[in-house]
Every structure is written in structure tokens, then in C-alpha cells.
């Protein structure tokens, strides 16, 4: 089979949206930084070269992907349990891996090997799935999860899981066992909450509920955020005039905490304007989902724009306080070369699944 | 995969996608109503949730008002003094700055200490820091010609709370010291931004504690004034947004004399007692001294530990304001007042007399009362026996009165109750009846009491307040003015007159003549001040016995403690006869009325009337 070498494949609607989004970031992130241009500079590299990036992997074909997709997961797996021994402690927790000049969240890799794993293993399993590969895979979720998880990092194996369990609910896992395993959880959860949660996760869910019951310690950062939040109203204070972005009472302003920040100088209209890009790329992937060429590509496609939304979702959920506080950049505008390659990343790969056709129809 | 297989593959991802996406939808309304209902429907309390975050008021102390006597010579006044101030976030090296320093004005080991030890937190959070205070005129000379060196530093002017007479008025004006009680005018500044109030003090916030210092404390100190500093979470100042001026207290003029309050002091010398001095058409206290005093400079600027102790412990006690709150036995004193009860009740007539043999046997008990002169005055009435001080008719008249009659009379002359609109902590002591006494000791009345309150001496118990005040009273023929150290306006002012119909302008202008006869005649127990001035004065003397004797041979032998003497007490008032002051005078142990409290009288009413 040969495809044509002048033929680009592109997508224009999600390219310029993101690319949009990305170019508002980088305001975003002048204003965050207290107008650290270096700090903007550098992103702004990123954000090209991810471009180009996403740009060059969406010209893959997608069986590549299909073909490469179980040595991409064992290698992101390797490079975990690397970080696990050569990673460097930082807060607490070991997130980063370095190699050679490169040093990268490894999880960031997992978010989209596992769920390019699960789509290769399940796209040609009959209708209902049976029960034995069900089993497979809720093995291979539940591995991977404890692997990030353990790091320790709740946020991105929690987004980690909510991949995996996408890609087997899309791919046509029964319903009766859906029901039985939302029991099962419902009657577990307890347990995990003693079990796997660190005391400072605890706390900051026992915060969400309560933030004024501990002001200074966790609550800290989920009132500050209301406040800039609350305070930006219908129009905001304008660029650059957030008082609690730039006298810092705002914690973590160029990461997890920069919705805050546009809430607070943008207001209600500027989120709304926002939230009204992300949700057009999100109804760009539902069409090319629904439009795939094949099982594995909507599975594909599925699974990685749908984490792609719950790791919108969390984020934001987190800084207006409907959810406790875990690691959660803002997608395409938050600090951070890992994150935003790999979104450039699992982006580009939609693309070559939503852009490539087959053509022998059957 | 057979094409109706794929069919269905695809159909079921569909509904699934469509599942997920729905859900994906629904999350993203839920965020949008939160945000929504932050943004919009609480808006103003998070508004005003950051405001409270940036916004950090602190007050802006005000200057307190200065006190006049009521010739306008200032008693207490706001001194500037000079402290070198440093901005310690326009400093790079601390070490270079202090050696820089140095070399124009010497600085101690603790002021140095000092410096190093707040630097880093004063920089960090853009506060000023004082690294010497009270600068004198060659420092500040010397740093003024080279301040051009210093962008970093300057010279802050900050005042002190100063008396030129620190130990002369300490009773009467009170002294101020540091204060953190909360303060109306500061009541929307939290109480932990106090810390970083723009004083002008040099020791922060004063408040009055004795004196008129606390009785007019809310006049004195004026309104702060409240800056408001923008702030980042860290608590660094970074800009003031805005700035009430802070209004200064109003100035306190008073009735108080300089020159006689002078005169008293220095009569008095180093012995104890109270001497209060009175305006008859004002009611303005002009003298109010205690002995011993103390220095209230000392205690507004910072007193050792030791030395507040010392004070505290002097067996003299100085803190203890005699004026208004010593309790003496108002003695013979009281005995004007005794006779005016005898003649509104008809118990006795000017021209009424009686035998007096130098002391009075109480008929239901036998028991002896002594007069001071042994075998007597012989026949003595009203006007001889105040004269003389007979103390054998003022027993004889006391026999006779009923003891709860007798005490509302002296109600209205200003015993048992406070005298002074505006003094502080005045004692009013209580007045003598027999109600008092089954309250208080839980023991029956007894004629004897009755015939000692005659003689003012018993449950009889004055201070020099009430004394000047019940001279005040007898000098202005039953109209009076409420004594009180600032002058009321003439709304204000609490006129008195006293209501008893009993007394005719007759019996006024006898009493005068006799009390005047008490100084001016070669009888009197006055006669010795008839010489010391040049206009007629009225007085009574008394001599307050501590230990209840017998005899004068037995008194002998207890005035070697001099603890025991008899404490000398006169009420005195003039020129006669239209006087205008009234002066009262008590002097622990000071034995006679007449020969040792007299002169002190005497010269306080000159220095009045000879102004």
C-alpha cells in the first residue's frame, strides 16, 4: 500500500484553534509571570515546536501507530520505573526524568501509550468483549495507574486511568459489567481512600469541603482562587491589573493556577470566551471520532481527546474549587515544556487518525 | 470483521462517544454555572474579599493637646525629639551601612544589635527601622550637612509627652504612658496592624492613666488618622492608596494656678499632706497638691522596673494622692458646720451659752471627754466657743442633736459624697450616721459617737477636697459652685444653693465674723497669721488627735513616734469680708492647726489674691 508524498495531511480547524489557544497562553503567561519575558520566550519556543511537531507526526500513517503501539507502552513503562530510581526528588515526589539534556515528566508519555495500547489490543476483539480480555485490560489500567500514582502523582494517574477506561468502555465493554464494577467501587472506595491516598492528598480533600476550616494551610490556595476568580467579574481587572495575581496571593500562577489568573483580569466573559475554543476542539475531535476510518482510529481518537477533557475538566474543576487540589496543568496554556509537547504530541496523532482514509473500501 | 459486524462496532461506538461527550458537555455547564455564580452572582463579596487581601490600613497617630494653667503658662507640653530613621530595603550591606554610620554619630553595642536583628525583616517587608533615638543638636548637625550620602536614612521627628513642672502637678494632672487599649477612632483597623501605626510619639500610642490626662483622655488625644498601604501576600508595603490626616487633640485650659500651686509646694516642703485651693465665683480648683510627689516625666517616658517599684514601695506613698483621696478627721474644722445644725434646729441661738469646764461628762455612761485646754474657757457661746475652739460646746451641742438629722445636714455640705466634677479617683469617703455604722461595723449607734463626730474626730472623715469645698461653701453663704479643675461653660456649671430656709442672712454674716474674729482678734487660735498678710481672713483650725487620750501628758508620750502626732488641718478663706478664694490645708503629724497648716493657708491665698 502507497500513499501519495504531496498529499499534507492537516487539520485547519483544530491546528488554528490550538494554535490560537497556545498564542493567548503565552499572554496569559506574561501577565502570570509578572511580566517574565524569559519565561514567555521559552514557552513560546515550545508552543512552535510543538506545532511542528504535531504538524509532523499527524503525516504518520495510523497503522504505524497500531504496529508500534506495544513497544511504545513497555517503553514508557521503563521510562517510569527509571524515574522511580534515577529521578530526582522534588517536593516530595519523583516526577522527572532526565535524559541526556532532556529532562520530561515521563507520565506525560503514559497518557498516551496506554491508551494507543488499549485501542491496538481491543480494536479487533469480537462484540461483547469477552471477559478474559476485559480482565487484561483493567490489569493493565490498574498497573499503570499504581506506577504514576506511587510517583507519587494523583492528578496525572488519575487522568492515566480515566484514559485506559475510556478506550474499554468505547470499545464496547457490556453493560452489566459496567454496572457491577460501578458498585464494586462505590463499596470500595473507602478502602481506597485508606489505602492509596498520601495524608497530604487526604487533606486536601477533606479542604475542598471545609477550605475556611484551615485558611493558611490547604485552604490557602482554593480561597485565593475564588477570590481572584470572584473578584475578576463580568469584565475582569483588565491585563495585568489582577491584585491577586500580581501581589502574589495567588499561589502557582503560571501552572495549575493560571484559569485563575484570566478569571480574575478577563472576567466571566474572557472564560467564557476560553471555554467556548476548548470546546470547539473538543467538538472537532467528536466529529473526526465518529468519522474515523477504522475501529482502532475512533478508539484512538476517543480515548486520547476524551482525556484530553478530563484533564481540562479537573484543572478547572480544581481551581474553582468543585474538586480537591491535585497537579493539574491547564492544557495549551499552562507553564511547561512536558505537558505541552505531549499534548502537541497526542494531538497530532488525532489528526493522522481523523485525516487518514483507507483506500481499498472493503 | 463482516461488513454488518463493522456496522455494528461502529453504531455502538457512536452511542458510547455520544455518552461520554454528553457527560464531557455536562461537566463543563456545571463549571460554567460555578464560575458564573463566582463571578457574577458573589462578585461583591469577592470583591471586597480581595480588597481586604492587598488593603492594609494602619492608624496615623494623632498629637495630643497640651495643658495650660489658667494664666496660660503650659504645665504639660509636646517636646520634639529627633530619631534617625533608616529604609532598610534601600540598604545593600548592612555592615557597610553601620561602619558609614558610625562615623558621623556613635552608636551603641545594642543599637547596633539592633539594627542587624530587625534589618532583614524591615527590608523584606519595606518598613522603616529606628536605629537611634533621641538625637541631640550636634548628631543631627553633623548628619544634616552629609545627608546627601544617606539616600537610605533620615532624621524623624517624634515627640515626647513633657512637663516643665514634673513633680509640682503630678497628682493634679496624672501621667500618660503606653497604651493598647482599643481605641474608638481606630475601631475599623484590625488590632494586629498596630504595630505598624505612623506614631508621633516616640513611645507609640499614649493613653492617660491618672489625672486630667484620663479624665479628659477622649478630649486630649484627638482623632488618628488612618493611612491606607497597598501590600503583596508577603506583607511587603508597596505603595500608600490613601490618607487621612489624623486631627489633634484639643488643648486643656484649667483653673490651676502656677504660682500658688508653687506656694504650696514649697510650704509644704518635704512633709505629708494635701493642700486645695478654690475659685469662690468659679468653682475652679486652683491648687491641688499632694506631698510627696513624684515625677510624672519619668513615669510618661519610661521608668526602670526598679525605680516604678521604688516609688511604689515608698513607705511615704507618693503615688497616693492626698488631696482627694486622704481620709483625716476634719477635728475642729468641722465645727462652723456643727453650729449652723444647733441654730437651723433651734437646739441653741447665737446668744445661747454654757459653762465649760474643759470637759464634758456624758450622762448615760459617765464617760469624760477633754477639750485641749486644761480647767476650761468658762461661759462660752456660739461665737466664742469657734473662736476658741471650745470643745465642750460642741459636745454639749452634739449631745443634743439627732445623729440622722445631723447627717444630712452634713450632706449638704459636701461631706460623704465626691466634691469634684472632674478629679480622678476621688474618694468620697462616707458620710457618719447610724445607719452607716450597723452596715458597715455591724454595731449599734451610741450617743458618744455622736458627741465625737462633734468635734470632728470619730466616724467624722474629710479629705482636703471636701474641706475646700465645705470652705467654698461657708465663704459663699450656702451658694456654691461644684469645684472642678477645668471650667465648665456657664451652662455647665453645677451652681448650688443651698436650700435651707433656716438660715437668715444674719446667721451668714455672724459665722463670717466669727471665723474672722478666729484669725483677726488677739483671741483666736488664728491670732499668730494675723501679721502674715495685709487683707482680713476667715479660718478654722483643727488638730485631728490619731490616738485617743486622756490627757496632755499622755500625748507626750506618744508624739516621740512621729507617726502618732496630731495631723494640723485649717479652712480658710478671704479677703474678707467679699472673699474670693477658699484654701484648705492638712499636714500629717503637723500637731497645730493654726501655727503649722495656717502659714501654708495664708501664703496660697496671697499668692492668689496678690496676683
Known amino acids: ?362 | 470483521m463482516i461488513f454488518e459486524e463493522r456496522q455494528l462496532e461502529k453504531n455502538n461506538f457512536t452511542v458510547r462517544a455520544i455518552i461520554l461527550f454528553a457527560m464531557v458537555a455536562i461537566v463543563f455547564a456545571m463549571i460554567l454555572v460555578r464560575v458564573f455564580s463566582l463571578q457574577i452572582s458573589s462578585y461583591t463579596e469577592y470583591e471586597l474579599a480581595a480588597l481586604n487581601n492587598k488593603n492594609y490600613s494602619v492608624p496615623v497617630q494623632a498629637l495630643r493637646g497640651e495643658i495650660y494653667d489658667r494664666n496660660g503658662n503650659a504645665l504639660v507640653s509636646n517636646n520634639p525629639t529627633f530619631d534617625l530613621i533608616a529604609e532598610p530595603h534601600l540598604i545593600e550591606d548592612p555592615i557597610i551601612f553601620l561602619a558609614k554610620i558610625s562615623e558621623i554619630i556613635a552608636l551603641s553595642n545594642i543599637e547596633q544589635a539592633n539594627f542587624l536583628k530587625l534589618y532583614l525583616q524591615k527590608a523584606s517587608l519595606n518598613k522603616e527601622l529606628v536605629i537611634k533615638k533621641s538625637l541631640t543638636q550636634q548628631e543631627i548637625a553633623r548628619f544634616k550637612v552629609r545627608s546627601f550620602a544617606f539616600n537610605n536614612m533620615f532624621i524623624g521627628k517624634r515627640y515626647r509627652r513633657v512637663s516643665k513642672h514634673p513633680e509640682l502637678f503630678a497628682h493634679a494632672l496624672g501621667y500618660t504612658s503606653r497604651s493598647d487599649a482599643t481605641n474608638q477612632s481606630l475601631s475599623d483597623i484590625p488590632k494586629n496592624h498596630w504595630r505598624d501605626a505612623e506614631f508621633i510619639y516616640a513611645n507609640g500610642f499614649i493613653e492617660g492613666r491618672t489625672g486630667l490626662e484620663e479624665t479628659y483622655n477622649s478630649f486630649l488625644q484627638g482623632v488618628h488618622g488612618k493611612r491606607i498601604l497597598e501590600i503583596n501576600a508577603k506583607g511587603r508595603l508597596l505603595q500608600s492608596l490613601n490618607f487621612t490626616p489624623p486631627l489633634r487633640g484639643s488643648d486643656l485650659h484649667t483653673s490651676l494656678d502656677l504660682d500658688a500651686q508653687k506656694t504650696a509646694a514649697k510650704m509644704l516642703g518635704a512633709r505629708k499632706g494635701g493642700v486645695v485651693a478654690m475659685d469662690l465665683v468659679t468653682g475652679g480648683i486652683n491648687v491641688l497638691f499632694s506631698s510627696p510627689t513624684y515625677s510624672i516625666n519619668k513615669l510618661a517616658n519610661g521608668l526602670s522596673v526598679d525605680e516604678f517599684k521604688e516609688l511604689l514601695e515608698d513607705i511615704n506613698k507618693p503615688f497616693f494622692n492626698r488631696a482627694v483621696q486622704g481620709r483625716y478627721p476634719p477635728a475642729s474644722t468641722i465645727k462652723p458646720a456643727i453650729g449652723m445644725f444647733g441654730l437651723a434646729q433651734g437646739l441653741i441661738d447665737w446668744k445661747y451659752s454654757i459653762d465649760d469646764p474643759g470637759y464634758f461628762v456624758l450622762p448615760d455612761d459617765g464617760r469624760v471627754y477633754r477639750g485641749w485646754k486644761k480647767g476650761g474657757h468658762g461661759n462660752v457661746n456660739l461665737q466664742k466657743a469657734l473662736l476658741i475652739s471650745s470643745n465642750t460646746y460642741f459636745f454639749t451641742l452634739a449631745y443634743r442633736s439627732d445623729m440622722s438629722d445631723l447627717s444630712d445636714h452634713l450632706s449638704k455640705f459636701g461631706f460623704g459624697k465626691k466634691a469634684c466634677l472632674d478629679c480622678f479617683d476621688e474618694d468620697p469617703i462616707f458620710l457618719p450616721s447610724p445607719d452607716w455604722k450597723l452596715t458597715n461595723l455591724n454595731a449599734s449607734w451610741f450617743t458618744g459617737d455622736t458627741v465625737n463626730v462633734g468635734v470632728g474626730q470619730g466616724f467624722a472623715l474629710a479629705t482636703p477636697m471636701q474641706l475646700a469645698n465645705y470652705a467654698s461653701l461657708l465663704a459663699n453663704k450656702g451658694r456654691f459652685f461644684k469645684p472642678s479643675l477645668v471650667p465648665f461653660s456657664q451652662d455647665d456649671q453645677q451652681l448650688q444653693i443651698w436650700e435651707d430656709q433656716n438660715f437668715s442672712a444674719f446667721d451668714w454674716n455672724q459665722m463670717h465674723t466669727a471665723l474672722t474674729d478666729v484669725v483677726e482678734s488677739d483671741l483666736g487660735t488664728g491670732r499668730r497669721l494675723k501679721s502674715l498678710k495685709n487683707f482680713k481672713v476667715a479660718a478654722k483650725t483643727g488638730t485631728a488627735e490619731l490616738v485617743s487620750l486622756d490627757s496632755k501628758e499622755a500625748y507626750e508620750d506618744v508624739r516621740g513616734n512621729i507617726a502618732n502626732r496630731d495631723h494640723a488641718i485649717i479652712v480658710a478663706f478671704g479677703p474678707m469680708p467679699n472673699p474670693r478664694y477658699a484654701v484648705s490645708v492638712v499636714i500629717e503629724n503637723g500637731e497645730s492647726g493654726g501655727v503649722v497648716a495656717g502659714p501654708v493657708a495664708i501664703e496660697v491665698l496671697k499668692s492668689l489674691i496678690n496676683e
Not at chain 1, 123 to 141: A, E, M, Q, S, Y
Not at chain 1, 168 to 191: E, K, N
Not at chain 1, 233 to 250: D, V
Request: proline share 4%; aromatic share 16%; glycine share 8%.
Open chain 1, 1 to 362: 500500500m502507497s500513499k501519495p508524498l504531496s498529499k499534507l495531511y492537516f487539520d485547519p480547524y483544530l491546528f488554528f484553534s490550538i494554535a490560537f489557544v497556545c498564542i493567548l497562553g503565552l499572554f496569559f503567561l506574561y501577565s502570570a509571570s509578572n511580566t517574565d519575558l524569559a519565561i514567555v520566550t521559552k514557552q513560546g519556543v515550545y508552543v512552535v515546536v510543538g506545532l511542528f511537531l504535531m504538524l509532523l507526526i499527524s503525516q504518520a500513517e495510523p497503522d504505524f501507530f497500531r504496529r508500534i503501539s506495544i513497544r511504545f507502552y513497555l517503553l514508557s513503562t521503563a521510562l517510569i520505573i527509571l524515574t522511580a530510581f534515577i529521578g530526582p526528588e522534588i517536593n516530595g515526589a519523583q516526577r522527572w526524568v532526565r535524559i541526556g539534556y532532556i529532562s520530561f515528566q515521563s507520565s506525560e508519555l503514559f497518557k498516551i501509550a496506554l491508551p494507543i495500547f488499549l485501542a491496538a489490543f481491543l480494536c479487533d476483539k469480537k462484540l461483547p468483549i469477552r471477559g478474559r480480555d476485559v480482565l487484561i485490560t483493567l490489569f493493565i489500567i490498574a498497573a499503570s495507574f499504581l506506577l504514576v500514582a506511587r510517583q507519587p502523582d494523583l492528578g496525572t494517574a488519575l487522568i492515566i486511568l480515566f484514559s485506559g477506561v475510556f478506550v474499554l468502555f468505547l470499545s464496547g465493554l457490556s453493560w452489566s459489567f459496567i454496572g457491577a464494577a460501578f458498585a464494586a467501587f462505590i463499596i470500595s472506595s473507602p478502602f481506597l481512600w485508606s489505602l492509596f491516598l498520601q495524608p497530604f492528598q487526604r487533606q486536601r480533600i477533606a479542604t475542598l469541603f471545609n477550605p475556611e476550616s484551615d485558611p493558611f494551610g490547604a485552604g490557602w490556595n482554593i480561597i485565593q482562587s475564588k477570590i481572584a476568580i470572584g473578584s475578576g467579574g463580568l469584565f475582569g481587572k483588565g491585563f495585568g491589573m489582577g491584585s491577586q495575581t500580581q501581589l502574589n496571593f495567588l499561589p502557582e500562577t503560571k501552572t495549575d493556577f493560571i484559569f485563575s489568573v484570566i478569571g480574575e483580569e478577563f472576567g466571566f466573559v474572557g472564560v467564557l470566551f476560553l471555554l467556548s475554543i476548548y470546546l470547539f476542539i473538543l467538538m472537532r475531535c467528536f466529529y473526526l471520532a465518529l468519522n474515523a476510518r477504522d475501529r482502532f482510529c475512533r478508539l484512538v481518537i476517543g480515548g486520547l481527546s476524551l482525556t484530553f477533557a478530563a484533564n481540562l475538566l479537573i484543572n478547572l474543576s480544581m481551581v474553582i474549587g468543585l474538586l480537591p487540589v491535585v497537579g493539574m496543568p491547564l492544557p495549551f496554556i499552562s507553564r511547561g515544556g512536558s505537558s505541552l509537547l505531549s499534548l502537541f504530541f497526542a494531538f497530532g496523532i488525532i489528526i493522522s487518525m481523523g485525516t487518514h482514509k483507507k483506500f481499498l473500501p472493503q
